[in-house]
């Protein structure tokens, strides 16, 4: 089945900085690949998603990179704040199928 | 107001006992799920179910049995606790099953077993 390489399990960058997350996957079917954000204590909201057939999105100070040769995707975070702090989970999935989410990423934002 | 309400939030069990988590979303959404969050393992997806149907059950275990009364129910029981079971339990739901839909969370059931 798929596996989810999430790289980074911590990061800590100041405000304002950009941060950027990586992860992995390794089936090449899978097709979608979601963020999602965990406050301490709270529960996962999605932030933002990109489907295979494009390779950036953006949503406000928030993209999503997508290399399908690599078989990589990545989030970016502009002009950090301290609220963007959390936990990121990436995930992949192919259509119709569950999905696969990554082991997450703590972002520290230092103001 | 929360859209998924999951109960109870945080419980204390004894080994080889048996619980309940109870799931209702709120969304009109056709699909629910049960993930689980563990210190040792990453958000693992544990069943989903669409239209009321099974569609996808990754437990190896059959302590764990989804059940659903309701299409905005999926509650999960679990027998023979054990220390292992600890961990939070998440409930979502999406608008239809499958990958590519949006997952909504529920707030988590955070089970401890002793």
């Known amino acids: 089945g798929e596996k989810v390489e999430q790289h980074e399990s911590t990061l800590s960058v100041r405000e304002g900085d950009s941060a950027v997350i990586n992860c992995t996957y390794t089936?090449?079917?899978?097709?979608?690949f979601p963020w999602y954000k965990q406050e301490a204590g709270k529960s996962l909201h999605f932030v933002i998603d990109i489907r295979s057939n494009v390779d950036r999105k953006q949503s406000q100070r928030l993209i999503v990179l997508l290399d399908k040769k690599a078989k990589r995707f990545s989030l970016h975070i502009t002009a950090t704040q301290p609220e963007d702090s959390a936990i990121y989970f990436c995930a992949a999935s192919k259509l119709g199928y569950k999905l696969t989410f990554g082991t997450g990423t703590s972002l520290l934002v230092d103001p | 107001d929360p859209k998924i309400i999951q109960k109870p939030k945080y419980l204390v069990a004894v080994t080889g006992s048996e619980k309940i988590l109870i799931c209702e979303q709120y969304l009109g959404h056709n699909a629910m799920y049960w993930y689980r969050q563990s210190a040792k393992k990453p958000l693992e997806f544990m069943f989903s179910y669409s239209y009321q149907k099974l569609m996808d059950n990754q437990t190896a275990s059959s302590r764990f049995q989804p059940q659903s009364s309701k299409k905005n129910h999926l509650d999960l029981q679990i027998t023979a606790l054990k220390p292992d079971d600890s961990a939070t339990y998440f409930c979502a739901s999406s608008q239809e099953g499958g990958g590519g839909n949006t997952l909504y969370f529920g707030e988590g059931s955070r089970l401890i077993v002793v």
């Open positions: 089936d090449t079917a899978s097709s979608y």
